[in-house]
């Protein structure tokens, strides 16, 4: 029982990728929201991902957002419901569809890009260049150790 009085949670890693991981969303959700962007962070990132990989499955989206097949489902049907992207049959598989970013939800990326790299400009400004890399090296090196975990 010793260790575990002498234990502070705020001391773990993990306390604190999940406390900047709940900040960080809440903070740019707040900014989207005050110029009238109906999405949320997980949205935008799906937007993102299509934006760079282009008409993708569902699956495809899954594996990249590492999310399961039920959130990211939720998130593609509230997107499509917002007119941001659409499902398209795939071309490789009648039976499957792809989504695709709709003109409206370029549109919408065009205001959140520019204000979600202004954040983390923001975010890291009073962070040293070499402490930003050395933490994103630690950080990349965490994840692929679970990743091989699994």
Known sequence: MGELNQFKFEQVLGFYINRVSYLMTEEIEKRFKAVGL???AQEFAILMR???EG???QATIIKLMMRDKTTITRRVNGLV??????RVMS???RRCFNIQLTGEGKEALEIAFPMAMGFQQ????GVSPEDREVTVKVLQ?????L???K
């Open 81 to 86: 419901k917002k007119g941001l992207v659409q």
């Open 122 to 125: 923001e975010l890291v400004a």
């Open 91 to 93: 071309p490789e598989d």
């Open 50 to 52: 299509l934006f760079q």
């Open 55 to 57: 008409n993708v499955p």
């Open 38 to 40: 109906n999405i949320v």
């Open 141 to 145: 090196q965490l994840a692929q150790t």
């Open 147 to 149: 990743m091989d975990l």
